[in-house]
């Protein structure tokens, strides 16, 4: 008998190097400094490797809160062990495509900025997928595409699970950065605007901001993007930022209505990953039929625990439960 999951999840895997500096605009000017010295060491740079992606960190995330959760992404036997690890004793299957994983070295200050080498994460198509993986996609309560941004083929791969799993399929997205192939991702809104891609979207709030002006949409801030992004495509929209969240269209009234939290103040430890699991609580949230505030108060929640947590790691759903009182 075939599992049932409650979500499944592709594709990328990476592994980060987080390197921690107070200001990105001093770290930056120590690298020029070295450099004209002639190169050598910076000593005293705090840095710790960890498993990373977005489609790894989504699935982690998820199944940490409790839900049973597929995850179909790629490594080398060399990395396999750091993927596997985390998914131990958890509710999960996790399914390896043999392509390397990516690279990232994540410099994180007030901000966070990635140097990534995509490996496999860039070549990820449906042709990699099994009829045993379509018939476990199909099963799947919620089926989720990540990081469009690092995938050459995520357009078809997302075109592709259309039309394999069809109409009543729920199908989320998260393309992540896309604004280095803002012309791709144009064509990909545009193709989403005639025929609804994706059910589900998530986005930063930079990423909101950008998809509208990519289809010629006038927009001030992130909330104004949630809820007209979500009327043009019809797709249910949750927006995230540091400061407050949104969501528009995810309780089917039409027109949309859209819906905001202010975020609780957080004193972050790290900013990489945070997008992850703030998708998974809202996931969470949604399959156990939250409404939108409770369900951005939950994700929001989830999120300001992971990233003032000592250790890079998601949390529970009796720890986030806890933090909600």
């Known amino acids: 008998m ?8 592709m594709h990328d895997f ?3 190097r987080l390197v921690r500096a107070k200001r990105i605009s001093s770290f930056a000017a120590s690298l020029d400094r070295k450099a004209r010295q002639g190169g050598g060491g910076i000593h005293g740079v705090a840095q710790q490797d960890i498993k990373g992606g977005n489609a790894v960190n989504l699935a982690h995330a998820l199944a940490k809160l409790g839900l049973r959760t597929l995850l179909i992404t790629h490594s080398d036997t060399a990395h396999e062990r750091i993927l596997l690890q985390p998914f131990e004793a958890l509710n999960a299957e996790v399914r390896v ?3 390397p994983p ?3 070295v994540a410099i994180e200050g007030e901000v966070n900025v990635m ?17 045993v993986d379509w018939e476990a996609l199909r099963g799947a309560r919620v089926v989720c595409s990540v990081n469009w941004a690092a995938n050459k083929r995520g357009t078809q791969l997302l075109l592709g699970l259309r039309e394999k799993l069809g109409s009543r399929a729920v199908l989320f997205f998260d393309p992540a950065d896309f604004r280095d192939r803002a012309e791709q991702f144009a064509v990909l809104l545009a193709k989403a605007r005639r025929a609804r891609l994706a059910d589900w979207i998530s986005l930063n709030e930079h990423e909101a901001v950008e998809a509208a002006r990519l289809m010629s949409l006038e927009v001030e801030g992130p909330g104004e ?9 019809g797709s249910c929209i949750d927006v995230h930022s540091a400061s407050r969240c949104f969501t528009s269209g995810c309780d089917g009234s039409r027109p949309s209505r859209l819906v905001s939290i202010a975020n609780l103040r957080a004193e972050p430890r790290r900013l990489t990953g ?5 998708n998974a609580a809202s996931i969470y ?3 156990r039929g939250f409404g939108d505030s409770k369900r951005l108060v939950f994700a929001s929640t989830a999120a300001r625990l992971y990233v003032e947590a000592i250790d890079p790691a998601p949390p529970s759903l009796s720890e986030v439960l806890e933090a909600l009182g």
Not at 2 to 9: E, H, I, M, P, S
């Open 274 to 278: 945070a997008g992850d699991v703030w």
């Open 115 to 131: 140097l990534g080498h995509l490996g496999g994460a860039g070549d990820f198509g449906q042709s990699l997928l099994t009829e």
């Open 97 to 99: 495509k043999r392509k």
């Open 14 to 16: 990476f592994v980060d």
């Open 102 to 104: 990516g690279l990232t």
């Open 225 to 233: 993007a949630c809820a007209i992004l979500s009327r043009e495509l």
């Open 2 to 9: 075939t599992t049932r999951f409650d979500v499944a999840v």
């Open 285 to 287: 949230g949604r399959l």
